[in-house]
């Protein structure tokens, strides 16, 4: 691309170049004050200013040999699925592209660029070669347009396996699990924030955003391809056996479950396209089942049975990323990493014993997990059970 052409884009789109980005980037790494003279924008200023606090609050619990731009990629990561980046003997290499040029890291770590940006990954997806071309391209089309994350090479290939079975008539299923209506405001950048002051009757955030997909899903999956294909939309009533989740709310479990009686009569009533819905362990067991699988799922993590957890680069990754809405929930500011990790290993139990049901459940043959909350939470679905897991871009902070 000529540099003409790569400057229209830049004023086109309102981006910010590199030297600009590399100024303010050095100025906060450093701990030098912000010269912001050249942006009229106030609330981009105000951006960059709450910037600076998050990349020193993810700084602070990173090893100190860790490369100083470290809590910037990582910021920039839980906004972009497709960001990535790679240590050489040169430097650090960066793989993202917004119409055709690489856009600067304040670009992105201001949200200049919208989220859905950057395309998937699709030339790793070697086995889309096991489908159809009209089929694997109708697949990639339905990725894009209802905003998937990019999923793994390894992912796809799972994905492709029960597409498969599908494509040969067997009976399939679509899992989407979602979270209660809790309460949430109106976050940054469209989405929402959780505030946990209470919980709903409502379709709630994380249904509504499947309800956006729901449309270009079943379109490909029963329209196109003909396929015999029952999803069902979950609440989590799991989450309301939890003396603690009911004192924070200021219920009792009977009330937790009845706002959720609500929620799931709301969801069959307001899905754009044929769902069902029950609470989720009645997929497989109800209450007691579902107590006995997650204890059982919760003894193997703490002996090791799924190898190291606990402090690992992933589930601390994990960890910094949801720090706000645990932050939230637990009404606490700033705690130490190992807090935010511990929980992210109770609730990876949990995830780990959704997995479990979905794939030994008899009313979920051939099942694929299609997740609306945080995809950094879909590798606990595996831990303990083989199934293909897709997610799209969550609308909550």
């Known amino acids: 691309m000529r540099a003409e052409e ?147 090479e390894a992912e796809m290939s799972r994905v492709v396996d029960w597409l498969e079975r599908a494509l040969a008539g067997e009976p399939s299923t679509i899992v989407s699990p979602v979270c209660p209506d809790y309460a949430v405001e109106d976050g940054s950048d469209a989405k929402h924030r959780f505030t946990f002051r209470g919980v709903n009757s409502g379709v709630g955030v994380t249904a509504s955003r499947l309800f956006e997909a729901l449309p270009a899903v079943s379109g490909l999956l029963r329209d196109r391809l003909g396929l015999d294909v029952t999803h069902y939309v979950c609440p989590g009533d799991f989450e309301g056996f939890s003396e603690e989740t009911n004192r924070r709310l200021g219920i009792d479990e009977a009330t937790f479950l009845e706002r959720l009686e609500g929620s799931r009569r709301a969801i069959l009533e307001q899905a754009p396209a044929p769902v069902r819905s029950c609470f989720f362990t009645e997929l497989g067991g109800g209450k007691e089942h579902w107590l006995r699988v997650h204890a059982d799922l919760v003894e193997r993590m703490n002996a090791g049975a799924f190898g190291p957890i606990a402090g690992t680069p992933q589930v601390r990754e994990v960890a910094l990323g949801r720090r706000g809405l645990y932050d939230r929930w637990y009404n606490v500011v700033d705690r130490p990493v190992e807090f935010y990790e511990s929980i992210v290993i109770r609730q990876g139990a949990e995830y780990a014993a959704m997995g479990v049901l979905v794939s030994r459940s008899e009313r979920c043959p051939n099942p694929l997990v299609l997740g609306a909350d945080d995809h950094k939470m879909a590798p606990f679905y595996r831990l303990a059970a083989d199934i293909p897991v897709l997610y799209l871009r969550r609308n909550y902070e």
């Open 6 to 152: 790569a400057q229209a884009i830049l004023r086109s789109h309102g981006l910010i170049d590199r030297r600009t980005s590399k100024r303010v980037l050095n100025a906060i790494v450093l701990g030098r004050e912000l010269d912001l003279s050249r942006f009229n924008e106030p609330e981009l200023k105000n951006r960059i200013t709450t910037l600076r606090n998050e990349y020193w609050r993810l700084r602070r619990d990173l090893p100190r040999t860790s490369p100083r731009n470290l809590p910037f990629y990582l910021l920039i990561k839980d906004r972009y699925r497709n960001f990535d980046w790679q240590a050489t003997e040169k430097g650090t290499v960066i793989d993202f592209h917004f119409k055709g040029i690489k856009p600067s890291l304040l670009s992105l770590l201001t949200g200049i660029i919208p989220p859905a940006a950057g395309t998937l990954n699709h030339r790793f997806h070697r086995s889309l070669e096991r489908l159809d071309p009209p089929v694997a391209a109708a697949l990639l089309d339905t990725l894009r347009e209802a905003g998937f994350v990019d999923p793994s």
